[in-house]
T-cell receptor, first 110, second 115 residues
């Protein structure tokens, strides 16, 4: 399977804590993207990091990329209950297709 | 941001019938759209790439006669689940990108239940 893997599969934290999710993938990529999905809904794009970038920030989100290890991490700082959702990494190789990781279900307790 | 609209959001159908799901890009043209399937608490699995004006490209293991894709215009792709069976029950999501863009915009998804 081309699909990447994410860990942890599930993560429960308290509001105010940081949440870190990791993604590993298998092929060379042009970029890696992170998406959020609320239960039973479509996906929302969060952040994109290109293969020649190592770190990127957007608000409370910080993404790192290590192409030598074929891995990425998403850090959400100062989490809120509204951050409760599933988070997916998706890799964009040369085929123009987005291949999604297995996802991390994040639960933030108030 | 760009909007992709998917319809219907929910559908229940009887075994043996066919169901059509529409995916529209509302404010941009999309020569390529993508159809995904998602089982409960699992990730999105790419089913096929819908190409405007030509045949869709199916991923390995996806039956093209079962999941008919038509991309007749630059703003509309349809997925028809033919002769649906209970095992086809799933959440189907489409996505599209602006020409030359990296970010994918997703429809709201369609929850199909076959009874």
């Amino acid at each position: 399977s081309q699909q990447g893997e994410e860990d942890p599969q599930a993560l429960s934290i308290q509001e105010g804590e940081n949440a870190t999710m990791n993604c590993s993938y298998k092929t060379s990529i042009n970029n890696l993207q992170w998406y959020r999905q609320n239960s039973g809904r479509g996906l929302v794009h969060l952040i994109l990091i290109r293969s020649n970038e190592r770190e990127k920030h957007s608000g409370r989100l910080r993404v790192t990329l290590d192409t030598s290890k074929k891995s990425s991490s998403l850090l959400i700082t100062a989490s809120r209950a509204a951050d409760t959702a599933s988070y997916f990494c998706a890799t964009d190789a040369t085929t123009d297709k987005l291949i999604f990781g297995t996802g991390t279900r994040l639960q933030v307790f108030p | 941001g760009a909007v992709v609209s998917q319809h219907p959001s929910r559908v229940i159908c009887k075994s043996g019938t066919s169901v059509k799901i529409e995916c529209r890009s509302l404010d941009f043209q999309a020569t390529t759209m993508f159809w995904y399937r998602q089982f409960p608490k699992q990730s999105l699995m790419l089913m096929a790439t819908s190409n405007e004006g030509s045949k869709a490209t199916y991923e390995q293991g996806v039956e093209k006669d079962k999941f008919l894709i038509n991309h007749a215009s630059l703003t509309l792709s349809t997925l028809t689940v033919t002769s649906a069976h209970p095992e086809d029950s799933s959440f189907y999501i489409c996505s599209a990108r602006r020409l030359g863009g990296d970010e994918a915009f997703f429809g709201q998804g369609t929850r199909l239940t076959v009874v």
